[in-house]
């Protein structure tokens, strides 16, 4: 996938730089994790933890905090989720601060979409609002190393169509919007689409295969303005092919869902005959 793991944390080892001017205080508060993370945050963000660094063992930091080790592995734990450090098992292990903070936000991204706080149209139209400005910026700032490898996607994308491989082809184009964010230079910008393109990953999974052999040549004009730096020309290609596919998915979701709501057919039941209930006895005459 994935463009984001560029930026990660080397693998940890006895090489990996220690934390000794980190300035860690006892804990007094009722929820200690939370302070301990706070702390750890504060260090981050003044330059004296840097991504890379190992913090000191959990027997050290206990120590300092003031707290017992399961606190500690709680404050440890939820900095883990967050993205900002990685727990590494083993005689090399330890936790070290990361380098991969906007996984959090891809993860975020996906709980909403799983929780249903995101909808297919939301997540579609967001991904065409996104990409305008991607395109714009890339016009400006793609180099020729960047075009060449839009191309070998454009290239390894006929590939997986000729092959018939809809998984890798699906992912092939995919890969060609991530590369599209880097070449923006922005790295708000990179994590944010990740998080759009991971959660839309997700749901072509869940939709299945289509059709959409209008995509490759639609790329190929899209590179021939990208290339003329005409972003006027390649915001229009790509919003027009954006948009089919929207429609496309949408058209695909709305017959899945018109199929779950159908009944399924079944036979009347049978008929039974039921007898008539018994006459009561006819009394005598007196």
Known sequence: MNAKNSSDVPTADAESPAAPSARFKAIRSARAFEEIAQQIRTELAQGRLKVGSKLPSERALS??????????REALRSLEHAGLIRLQKGASGGAFISGRSGDAIATGLMDMY???????????????WLES??????????TPADIEALNKNIEAAEEATRQDDFPKRAATHLDFHRILARISGNPIMVIVMDGVLDVLAEFIGQ?????NA???????????HLAARDADAAVAEME??????????MSRVEKDAGAEDK????KAPARTRTKAAPKPPVKAAR
């Open 114 to 128: 799983h929780m249903g706080a995101i909808q297919p149209t939301q997540l579609t139209e967001a991904r065409i």
């Open 263 to 266: 009944p399924a057919a079944s």
């Open 207 to 211: 939709i299945g295969r289509y059709e």
């Open 214 to 224: 209008y995509v490759l040549p639609s790329r190929r004009r899209f590179l021939k």
């Open 240 to 249: 027009s092919v954006l948009k089919r596919l929207q429609r496309s998915y």
């Open 133 to 142: 400005i991607l395109v714009r910026e890339a016009c400006a700032r793609a």
């Open 63 to 72: 120590e300092q905090f003031g707290v017992s080790r399961n606190t500690l």
